[in-house]
């Protein structure tokens, strides 16, 4: 796990167990050709944890963008998710959450950890679907840097 | 002057009548002296002593008149004026001329005075005999006016009376038939009287008995059959009493009766009904209760005493209190007290001590406000032993409860795997695709689409199971309308690819879940789009109606309709009637409607025929309903 900092570089943190989904995730990101990403992938909840509280002073190292699962082991996406929120140099950090769940599913469980996530996504079974994705998390990267200036 | 001396006499009569009887007759002896002087001095001047003669007679008639009248004191002076004044007015006269009759006079005037003072006393005694006679003759009079009224009141009274009063003589034989026992018995008094009570109104008792209470009370009382003139039989309550003569012998008896058939029957009824209520009761499982005013507990049934164990006599016949248990005791007492308070029925699930088996078990406890004024019974409750059915309760929620974890977490996780053959399938058709022939291809594609259709189907069977997970909170209520445009707002592409055309009323609001609400109108229009003819523009139309208690909604397409045979379902989960090919789905979208609607103890069906479009109407209580949300019917063509 090696992150490379530069200034048009977009470092993205996934945190997905399913490595198919990771690998995916990496791949929707590259389909989208005119945005640079760096991916780091934690496998768990407690690395991403581990990660993120490592790095969140280093802004070279610190992720610009998380794409978040919920269900993991050890420490399930909404804690992740609440670690990010109440923690001062993390708090602003763009999250997205990906996940199979229905979509009320999804947001009953983050809402009730009491935080809420920029965006909301559903993992499709369809591979152009999947790929298709970057478009989406892109917009979503964007839209929430915009509304943090 | 006439007027005025008959006055002036009488006010002398007055004075005189104030002095004592003594003193009275020498004043009435001295003004005779007087005016006899006077008098014999007046005829002695015009007549000179031949007068003397006449003076000495009109002095003897005053003086025996004197005695006669009994002013005896005043005879010695009138005397006087007629022996010796006329002599010493008249010179020469000897002053002792006549003693012979002097002393005839004295004797005659004792013999006269004596006479008139018997017979004075005679006239006094008699009088004052006759004053005290009629006297006695006047209270005596009133006295039998008085008791005549009496009698003649107290005849009214036993005629008046609801009763039939009747005296006999020693024999038994009626001498009195009071007009009351003339209306009880149908007899008239002529008709009765001469005969015997005991044969007439037919009936028997045991004259010593009779006698012996009568003897002891002066009373005798009891209960008797007698018969009236038209034969019917009639209870009565009697009352008898003896007369008896001045040595001592019964001379007759006067018995009261009193027609108590009516009561009689009345209280044998009311036994009757309470007996059978109290069969009843015992025949029932439940425990059954009875409460009075202020929820004092009147009755219970011999289930409550072999539950409890506890004697008919004893504390927990008024109390079921100790015999709650402590968790619940408090809940049931403020909810049993605010009911008597508000004269309401009662309801509660307690767990109550078992005294037969120990431990306690649950009840449904139900107290039935019956408001009777008329009698004490206030409520009429049971207690039903519900305990089975809270283990079971309890025991299905258990397992619901982990069927549900088990479902929800066996389709996500199905979920995975299956995404991840679709998503590397298609990784490797995109990269390794070139290497192989069409046929293999092909397989590698259907492969795909299988997988797919599978983990649709296992994400539909996750939403199906997940359909009423959502935290309940139906306090609030969901305006239809709003849960309908949302529902085609999440359909808006769909909507927009097929060009339907969709009509809906204003709806009304119900209490349920907004969630819910547009789930049901999504899948049921999203189920009318997918099902669509191909050359026809479809035309959707979704209403509602007031139907009783309920609302009646309607979803009305005009799509290909399908066989009625089908009506049932349907609605059931994964379902179809068309192959996959022709419409793509896995039929859990109705099954899903059907649970929601089941939720709020509503109903769901549908109507149609191939061809002919279909309907599909769902009911859902209306009391659910707000009550102000229904303008007038409007048809407002609505494109999202």
């Known amino acids: ?149 | 002057m006439l007027a005025g001396l008959v006055k002036g006499t009488w006010r002398i009569n007055d004075f005189s009548r104030r002095l004592p009887g003594w003193l009275r007759s020498y004043l009435f002896a001295f003004s005779l002296l007087i005016l006899g002087t006077a008098l014999a001095a007046l005829l002695m001047k015009a007549f000179g002593t031949k007068a003397t003669l006449v003076v000495s007679l009109i002095g003897d008639i005053v003086f025996l008149a004197c005695a006669w009248l009994g002013y005896g004191e005043g005879v010695l002076a009138v005397i006087l004026i007629t022996f010796v004044i006329p002599r010493l007015l008249v010179p020469g006269t000897r002053l002792h001329p006549d003693f012979g009759r002097f002393g005839l006079l004295l004797v005659l005037s004792l013999l006269v005075s004596s006479i008139s003072a018997y017979k004075r006393k005679a006239e006094r005694a008699l009088k004052l005999a006759s004053d005290q006679l009629e006297s006695r003759v006047q209270s005596r009079t009133l006295e039998l006016q008085y008791n005549e009224q009496r009698l003649s009141e107290k005849a009214r009274l036993l005629d008046l009376a609801p009763v039939g009063v009747l005296s006999t003589d020693g024999n038994d034989v009626i001498r009195y038939w009071s007009q009351g026992a003339a209306q009880m018995y149908g007899w008239t008094s002529q008709e009765a009287v001469g005969q015997t009570s005991r044969q007439l109104l037919r009936f028997s008792v045991l004259i010593e008995e009779v006698l012996t209470a009568l003897a002891a009370t002066g009373v005798w009382e009891t209960e008797l059959k007698h018969s009236r003139k038209d034969g019917s039989e009639i209870t009565v309550a009697s009352r008898w009493a003896s007369q008896t003569q001045a040595n001592g012998e019964i001379s007759g008896f006067l018995q009261v009766n009193a027609d108590i058939t009516d009561r009689k029957r009345a209280t044998e009824q009311i036994r009757a009904s309470e007996l059978r209520f109290r069969q009843l009761a015992d025949s029932m499982p439940q425990i059954v209760w009875t409460a009075g005013e202020n929820g004092s507990i009147e009755y219970l049934n011999r289930q409550w005493h072999e539950f409890s164990k506890s004697s008919s006599a004893g504390d927990l016949t008024k109390d079921f209190r100790p015999l709650v248990h402590p968790d619940d005791r408090q809940k049931y007492i403020d909810g049993w007290q605010s009911a008597v308070a508000a004269n309401e029925s009662y309801e509660a699930e307690v767990r109550l001590a078992d005294g037969r088996m120990g431990g306690y078990r649950w009840f449904l406890c139900r107290g039935l406000f019956a408001g009777d004024s008329s009698s004490s019974l206030r409520w009429f409750g049971t207690f039903t032993d519900i305990n089975q059915q809270k283990i079971t309760e309890r025991n299905l929620h258990r397992a619901n409860d982990e069927l549900r974890q088990f479902a929800y977490a066996a389709a996500h996780d199905m979920q995975e795997p299956l995404r991840n053959i679709v998503l590397r399938l298609g990784m490797f058709r995109r990269e390794q695709g070139n290497q192989f022939d069409a046929a293999a291809m092909e397989r590698i594609h259907e492969s795909i689409i299988d997988a797919q259709r599978m983990h649709t189907m296992v994400r539909d069977l996750l939403s199906f199971s997940n359909a009423l997970d959502s935290p309940e909170n139906v306090e609030s209520f969901t305006n239809a309308t709003d849960s309908l445009r949302e529902a085609l707002a999440n359909l808006g592409t769909a909507i927009r690819e097929n060009n339907a055309e969709l009509r809906f009323d204003l709806l009304p609001s119900l209490r349920m879940q907004r969630v819910h609400l547009t789930q049901l109108f999504q899948n049921l229009i999203g189920n009318a789009l997918k099902y669509r003819k191909q050359d026809v523009t479809p035309i959707i139309e979704i209403s509602a109606e007031s139907a009783g208690d309920e609302w009646v909604f309607s979803v009305v397409d005009n799509g290909i309709g399908f066989d009625p045979a089908y009506t049932e379902r349907i609605f059931g989960v994964f379902k179809r009637l068309h192959h996959n090919h022709q419409y793509p789905g896995t039929g859990i979208g109705l099954a899903i409607c059907a649970r929601i609607v089941a939720h709020y103890g509503g109903r769901i069906w549908a109507e149609g025929e191939p061809g002919k479009g279909a309907t599909f109407r769902f009911a859902l209580p209306s009391q659910s309903s707000s009550t102000n949300m229904w303008p007038a019917n409007q048809i407002t063509p609505a494109v999202p």
């Open chain 1, 1 to 149: 796990m090696n992150l490379r900092s530069a200034d048009d570089m977009t470092r993205v943190l996934i945190v997905e167990d399913n490595p198919v989904d990771a690998e995916m995730v990496e791949r929707a990101l590259q389909e989208e050709q005119s945005w640079t990403t760096e991916t780091t992938v934690a496998d768990d909840g407690e690395k991403a944890i581990e990660l993120l509280l490592e790095h969140r002073g280093g802004r070279q190292q610190r992720p610009d963008l998380v794409i978040l699962d919920l269900n993991l082991p050890k420490r399930d996406g909404a804690e992740v998710l609440q670690v990010i929120r109440t923690t001062d140099e993390l708090r602003s950090l763009p999250v997205v959450v990906l996940s199979s769940s229905p979509m009320h599913v999804m947001k009953s469980k983050v809402h009730k950890a009491n935080v809420e996530a920029n965006c909301y996504l559903t993992k499709p079974a369809d591979l152009d679907e999947f790929l298709a994705l970057g478009k989406r998390l892109r917009y979503c990267y964007e839209k929430a840097l915009g509304s943090k200036s």
